[in-house]
C-alpha cells in the first residue's frame, strides 16, 4: 500500500484490512502467510508514527504488517514500484498492489488469490461507474483509457486501477525492468493482455479530496504513450512525408509560375527552399525516432518474460535436490 498523508485514517484501515486477511476462509487458502506493507511515501504529516503504532499492535496468526520510508515524496508510481520491489526481495507468492486510502474494497482479495491459484500472473481490477465521482473524473479517465488502448495498443479497459494481483515469479523476472516500466497499470497490462479482469465499486470517502491532481493524471498518460506507443515518436515520421509531397507539388507549381512568368523575382527559390527543407527536417526527425524507438525506449521493455519452466531430472541424486521444501504462501 502506498500512502501519503493518510496520517487519519491509516491505522483504523490497517486494523480492519488484518482482521478482514485473519478470518478469511479455509477455501481461500488458510496456508497463506499474510505481509501488509505500507510505503510510507515522504508524508510530511505524522503517517509514519501511525504506521509505527499499527505495527505494534497488529499481531495475529497469518498477518504481519511492516512498513518502510521514503526520503521524500516520490510519487504513488514510485511508491508502488518500492513495494513491489521489496515483496518480491522477501520472496512473495505474490503480492496485492492496494490504496491505503480504503478506497479499494478488500472484498476483492479471494477473488484475486482465486484467479492466481487457477494460474493467473496478473490479475486486473477494474473499478465500475459511479455517480458520486465527478463527470471531469469520469471523462477524464475514458480520455486516459482510451489514448492508451488506440495510440498504445494496450487491451486496457476504463477504470483500470492498480489494485493488481502480481505473481511473485514474474516479478522476481521482470524486477530489473520495474523501475523503467513508466506505469504499472500500462506495463501490466502490456505484459498480460489476457489476464482476468475482476470488476468492483469503489468505496468512495465522503468528503476524501483525491491527490490524484490533474496534473499526475497528465503525467502519468504521457508516461504509459511515451512508454508503450509508436505514434508520438512516429509522428515527425509522418508529417515529414507528407511535408516532402506537399514540396514537391509547391516545387513543380513554383517552377511553373516561374516558366510562365506569372512568379515574383525570387518567389520561386525562396518557397522552394523552404518547403523542400522543411520536409526534410522533419522526415530525418522521423528517422532519428526510429532509432531511438528501437534502441532506447524498446530496450528498457523485456524482450520475454518466461511464464514457467519444466525440465527433466537425470538422476535419483538430482530429484531429491530439486524437490521443494514444503512451506505456505506468502502474500504481500
Same mark, same amino acid.
Given at each position: ?205 465522503? $468528503?476524501? @479530496?483525491?491527490? &490524484?491532481? !490533474? ?6 498518460? /504521457?508516461?504509459? +504513450?511515451? %512508454? ?49 527543407? $522543411?520536409? @526534410?527536417?522533419? &522526415?530525418? !526527425? ?6 531511438? /524507438?528501437?534502441? +532506447?525506449? %524498446? ?34
Amino acid at each position: 500500500m502506498p500512502a501519503y498523508k493518510e496520517a487519519d485514517g491509516i491505522v483504523p484501515f490497517l486494523r480492519e484490512v488484518s482482521a478482514y486477511l485473519q478470518s478469511l476462509p479455509s477455501h481461500v487458502g488458510s496456508d497463506i502467510d499474510w505481509t501488509i506493507l505500507v510505503v510510507n511515501d515522504g508524508s510530511p504529516d505524522q503517517t509514519e508514527s501511525m504506521l509505527a503504532e499499527a505495527k505494534s499492535e497488529i499481531r495475529f496468526a497469518h498477518v504481519s504488517m511492516d512498513y518502510i520510508s521514503l526520503l521524500r515524496n516520490f510519487g504513488h508510481q514510485s511508491a508502488l514500484l518500492a513495494g513491489l520491489r521489496t515483496a518480491t526481495a522477501r520472496g512473495a507468492d505474490f503480492a496485492i498492489t492496494l490504496d491505503a486510502d480504503g478506497e479499494h474494497p478488500i472484498e476483492l482479495i479471494p477473488d484475486l488469490v482465486r484467479h492466481w491459484r487457477d494460474g493467473a500472473s496478473i490479475v486486473h481490477t477494474s473499478r465500475m461507474p459511479d455517480p458520486r465521482l465527478s463527470k471531469f473524473k469520469g471523462l477524464s479517465s475514458r480520455v486516459y483509457y482510451g489514448l492508451l488502448k488506440k495510440l498504445g495498443n494496450l487491451e486496457i479497459s476504463s477504470g483500470m486501477a492498480d489494485y493488481k494481483l502480481w505473481d511473485g515469479a514474474l516479478l522476481r523476472n521482470i524486477r530489473p525492468h520495474l523501475n523503467t516500466c513508466g506505469s504499472t497499470r500500462a506495463f501490466a497490462s502490456w505484459l498480460s493482455p489476457e489476464a482476468p479482469i475482476v470488476p468492483y465499486k469503489q468505496n468512495v470517502v465522503e $468528503g476524501r @479530496v483525491s491527490r &490524484f491532481t !490533474l496534473a499526475k493524471m497528465v503525467s502519468l498518460a /504521457l508516461s504509459g +504513450l511515451v %512508454r508503450y506507443s509508436e505514434f508520438p515518436i512516429r509522428l515527425a515520421f509522418y508529417v515529414g512525408v507528407c511535408a516532402l509531397v506537399i514540396a514537391t507539388l509547391m516545387f513543380v507549381q513554383a517552377i511553373a509560375a516561374f516558366l510562365m512568368g506569372t512568379a515574383m523575382p525570387g518567389w520561386t527559390s525562396i518557397v522552394a527552399t523552404i518547403i523542400f527543407f $522543411g520536409g @526534410v527536417q522533419c &522526415f530525418l !526527425l522521423g528517422v532519428y525516432g526510429e532509432y531511438f /524507438l528501437r534502441n +532506447l525506449f %524498446r530496450s528498457n521493455l523485456p524482450t520475454f518474460v518466461i511464464k514457467s519452466s519444466v525440465r527433466g531430472r537425470s538422476s535419483s541424486h538430482e530429484n531429491e535436490r530439486d524437490i521443494p521444501h514444503q512451506k505456505s504462501h506468502q502474500g504481500h
